[in-house]
C-alpha cells in the first residue's frame, strides 16, 4: 500500500509539568458552599403578645436557676462548714460508749446470785467488730438498711417516711422519722450536749429535750450526723448506738441485755436472740421480753424475716429460728424479792443507791428459797380464802434471830417492786401484839408465869379524861388467872394491871430498847396497842425475845462495793444489839408466848411437830390484824388490813394472819430439823406442908373442952422458947 508522501507526525506527550521544574502541590478542592435549606414561606406571623410572655418566662426561669445555683452552693458552703466545726468537737469514740447519767446497782442474794438490778444497767463496752455478726446484721436490718453507703442522711428514706406519714393521715413529720441509725446515735449523744444537774431540773427533762422532733432540731441532727460520718468509720458509729441504746429491763447496750436476758455476752448470740435484742429498739420498755415475752418473740420473727429480705439470712436458717424463738435464762425470770430490793436501796447510802453515779454491787439476807416460800404461801392463803374482790392487803416479814432479814412481802402483788410497802412503810395500831412487852418488863422485875392477877370488872380516872373502864374482847372475865393465862388469852384487863403495876415508864423504856421506836402514848391504853410501829420494827422486836433478850436492828445488806473493786465499802448495817432483859426472863416469856399458839388464842398458827410461840394482835374496830411469831429457827410476822384503814370484816390476828403464818412457817421450815424453842418453864410453887398430927395423952372427955386453949397456949410456948 503506498502512502501519501508525507512523514507520520512526531507523538508528543501531553505537558504536565509547567517550565519550572521545581514540582507544586496541586491547590487544594475549595468545598462547596453548603446549601441554604430554603426558607420555608411563613403560613402566619409570630404572636407578640405570646412572644411577650415567653421571653418574661425565659427571664424568670434563668433568674430562678441561677438563684437556686446560687442558693444551693451557699447552702451546701454553709452547711459543710457547719459539719467542719461540729466535726472538730467530736471527742474520741471511747469516752461516747458509755452516756448514762447514773450508775447501777445490782443485788445479791445471801449465795451470790443476781436477783435484782436498779438504776442504768451497763454490761461493758463493745465493738462492732467483737459482738455477734448475727447482733449486726438484725440492727442494720431493723434500723436502717443503707446504713453502710449513706453519708448520714438518707432522702430516700425521708421520703418514704413522709409518704407513709401522710397516707397514714399524720403530718409528714410526725411518726415515721425516716432517720438513719447515724441519726439515731446523734440523738443519743443529744447532739453532743452532757447532761448537767445545775442546768436541768431532772435527767427526765434533760431526755426529754433530747428526744425533741421539730425542724429545727432534726437540721441540727442532720448536721451532727453528717459531721460524725466524716470522723467516724460505719463500724465505730455502729459501736456507739450499740453502746448507748436502752434494751428494756433497765439494760443499756448490748451488752447489758445479751446479760440481762440471757445471761451471755454479745459475742455469742444467737441469730433468734440477736433479733429479739434488734427487735426492742422501737419500744424497748413495751417489747422487753421479760414484760411480755410472747409480743417479743413475734416482733423477732419479724426481725428474722427483715434480716432473709436482705440476705442476711437464709430461707433454712429464718424457718429454723422463727419456728425456736429465744426463751430468756433462769436468770432473767427471776422478779422474787421486789419489795426487799426496794427496802434495801432505801435504807443504803444514797450516793451509793438511789444517786450513784457508779456501778455498785450490794450483797444482801434475802434467801430465794424463803422468799418463793413466803409468797406460795400469802397467795395460796388469798386465792383460797379471801373472798373475790376483797381490797384487803397483806404483809410478810421473816427474819433470823439476829435481825437478818430473810423474806419480805409488802403487798398482795407478792413479786411487784416500785410500789408502796406495808412491810416497811406502813405504820399501825398494834392492839394485843404489844402485850408481850408488858410482860417482858414485869418478868424482869421479879413476876414469875404463874403469879396471879384478878381478872374483872376495872376502871380507872384519868385526869383530864374522866372514868375509863376498859374491856376484853369477848366482854367476860375470868376472875383470878395467873400471867400465862392472860396472855394466852389475850386479858386485857390483867394486862392494864401490870402495866400500871410496874410502871409504864419501864414498859416504854423496854418496848423502845426492843425496836419500836414510834412515839409510845403515855395513857393506861398503851397497853392495849394503841401506838403504832410498822411489821418490820414489830418482827424485829419479837426476834430479841427469841435470841434471849438483846434488842436488834433489822437488816437487808450485808456488804456493798463497787463494780470491778474486791475492797467492801461497808458492811451489815444491823444486828444484835445491847441485852434488854435478862436471859430467864425471856426464856420465861417464850414458854409463855409458846402457851398463846398451843393453848390460846394463836391456836391456828400451830406448826406439825415443831414447836412454836407468838402472839395475836387486833387493833380497835379490827382495822389491823397481826401474827407475829418464832420457832428456834426463824422470827415472822404477818399484817393485814386496808390502805385506807377501813374495819375488817371477821378478821382477827388469830384467824387470817395466824394462817398466813402457819403457811408460811410450814414452808420455810420444810427440810430442816426440828429444834426446841429456848424456852425456860417457870417452877410450880411447892404445895403447903399438912401438919403433923399431935398426940393427945389427956382423957378423952376433956379433950373438947381444952383443945383450942390448949394448942394456943403451946403455940406461944413454942415461939417464946423457940422449941419445934
Keep these: 500500500m503506498s502512502s501519501s508522501g508525507r512523514k507520520p507526525g512526531r507523538l508528543v506527550a501531553d505537558k504536565r509539568y509547567s517550565r519550572n521544574t521545581t514540582k507544586k502541590k496541586p491547590a487544594p478542592k475549595k468545598a462547596a458552599p453548603r446549601r441554604k435549606p430554603a426558607k420555608r414561606k411563613a403560613t402566619s406571623k409570630r404572636n407578640p403578645i405570646v412572644a411577650f410572655f415567653l421571653g418574661i418566662f425565659r427571664l424568670i426561669w434563668r433568674l430562678i436557676w441561677r438563684t437556686t445555683v446560687f442558693t444551693s452552693l451557699v447552702m451546701a458552703m454553709i452547711i459543710a462548714s457547719a459539719v467542719f466545726y461540729v466535726r472538730s468537737g467530736l471527742p474520741d469514740v471511747s469516752s461516747l460508749v458509755d452516756g448514762r447519767a447514773r450508775g447501777s446497782v445490782t443485788l445479791l442474794d445471801r449465795d451470790g446470785a443476781v436477783y435484782a438490778r436498779r438504776g442504768d444497767q451497763y454490761g461493758g463496752a463493745v465493738n462492732a467488730e467483737t459482738v455477734s455478726p448475727h447482733l449486726r446484721n438484725a440492727i442494720v436490718a431493723t434500723e436502717d438498711k443503707r446504713f453502710y453507703s449513706h ?67 432534726k437540721i441540727k441532727e442532720a448536721i451532727y450526723a453528717m459531721a460524725m460520718e466524716s470522723k467516724y468509720t460505719k463500724n465505730e458509729i455502729l459501736s456507739i448506738y450499740m453502746n448507748r441504746a436502752y434494751m428494756g429491763g433497765g439494760a443499756y447496750g448490748a451488752e447489758a441485755a445479751a446479760k440481762r436476758y440471757f445471761n451471755k455476752t454479745a459475742a455469742v448470740l444467737t441469730p433468734a436472740e440477736s433479733a429479739m435484742i434488734a427487735g426492742l429498739l422501737t419500744a ?22 427483715l434480716m432473709n429480705d436482705q440476705g442476711l439470712l437464709s430461707d433454712e436458717e429464718t424457718r429454723h429460728f422463727q419456728n425456736n ?35 455498785v454491787l450490794i450483797r444482801t439476807t434475802l434467801d430465794p428459797r424463803l422468799q418463793a416460800a413466803t409468797a406460795a404461801a400469802v397467795n395460796q392463803v388469798f386465792s383460797e380464802k379471801v373472798r373475790k374482790g376483797s381490797k384487803a392487803e397483806v404483809a410478810v416479814v421473816v427474819m433470823s434471830a439476829d435481825g437478818a432479814v ?56 384519868i385526869p383530864g379524861s374522866g372514868e375509863w373502864c376498859p374491856n376484853n374482847y369477848t366482854k367476860k372475865f375470868k376472875g383470878r388467872v395467873t400471867l400465862t393465862d392472860a396472855l394466852k388469852q389475850s386479858l386485857n384487863i390483867p394486862a392494864v394491871k401490870i402495866s400500871e403495876s410496874v410502871g409504864r415508864g419501864l414498859v416504854m423504856q423496854v418496848a423502845r430498847d426492843f425496836g419500836i421506836h414510834r412515839d409510845l402514848q403515855d395513857t393506861p391504853a398503851m397497853a392495849l396497842g394503841t401506838s403504832e410501829a410498822t411489821l418490820l420494827e414489830m418482827t424485829g422486836a419479837y426476834a430479841g425475845i427469841l435470841n434471849g433478850g438483846s434488842s436488834v436492828t433489822p437488816y437487808g445488806l450485808t456488804e456493798l462495793r463497787l463494780r470491778g473493786d474486791d475492797t467492801p465499802l ?35 398458827a400451830r406448826l406439825n411437830n415443831r414447836p412454836a410461840a407468838g402472839k395475836t394482835g387486833t387493833s380497835q374496830e379490827a382495822r389491823d390484824a397481826w401474827f407475829v411469831g418464832f420457832t428456834a429457827d426463824y422470827v415472822a410476822g404477818v399484817w393485814m388490813g386496808y390502805d385506807d384503814n377501813t374495819p375488817l370484816s371477821g378478821v382477827t390476828g388469830g384467824g ?69
Design 151 to 217: 453519708f448520714g442522711i438518707s432522702p430516700r428514706g425521708v421520703a418514704s417516711a413522709v409518704r407513709i406519714n401522710l397516707s397514714e393521715g399524720r403530718g409528714p413529720l410526725s411518726g415515721h422519722g425516716g432517720s438513719t441509725l447515724t441519726q439515731q446515735t446523734a440523738k443519743l449523744l443529744c447532739l453532743g450536749v452532757v447532761f448537767d444537774p445545775s442546768e436541768w431540773e431532772n435527767e427526765a427533762e434533760y431526755v426529754a429535750d433530747c428526744r425533741r422532733g421539730s425542724m429545727s432540731r
Design 284 to 305: 424497748p420498755t413495751r417489747m422487753a421480753p421479760t414484760a411480755n415475752l410472747k409480743r417479743s418473740q413475734d416482733r423477732a420473727a419479724t426481725v428474722l424475716r
Design 325 to 359: 424463738p429465744a426463751t430468756l435464762a433462769a436468770e432473767a425470770n427471776r422478779s422474787a424479792g421486789g419489795y426487799f430490793a426496794d427496802w434495801v436501796m432505801r435504807s443504803g447510802p444514797e450516793f451509793f443507791t438511789r444517786d450513784t453515779t457508779e456501778d
Design 406 to 461: 430473810r423474806a419480805m412481802i409488802g403487798g398482795r402483788k407478792t413479786d411487784a417492786s416500785g410500789l408502796f410497802n406495808r412491810a416497811s412503810q406502813a405504820v399501825r395500831q398494834t392492839g394485843s401484839a404489844f402485850k408481850p412487852f408488858i410482860y417482858a418488863t414485869a418478868l424482869e422485875l421479879g413476876y414469875g408465869p404463874l403469879d396471879t392477877v384478878l381478872d374483872e370488872r376495872f376502871c380507872m380516872n
Design 570 to 604: 461497808m458492811g451489815a448495817g444491823g444486828g444484835i444489839g445491847e441485852r434488854v432483859i435478862q436471859p430467864r426472863a425471856a426464856g420465861e416469856l417464850i414458854w409463855m408466848m409458846e402457851k398463846v399458839v398451843t393453848e390460846g388464842t394463836g391456836g391456828r
Design 656 to 724: 387470817l394472819p395466824a394462817e398466813i403464818w402457819h403457811e408460811v412457817m410450814e414452808r420455810v421450815h420444810e427440810g430442816l430439823p426440828v429444834t426446841p424453842l429456848p424456852s425456860i418453864a417457870p417452877t410450880p410453887p411447892a404445895p403447903a406442908p399438912k401438919p403433923a398430927p399431935q398426940a393427945d395423952t389427956r382423957p378423952s372427955n376433956d379433950r373438947s373442952g381444952k383443945k383450942v386453949r390448949d394448942s394456943i397456949l403451946n403455940q406461944v410456948l413454942r415461939d417464946i422458947l423457940g422449941g419445934n
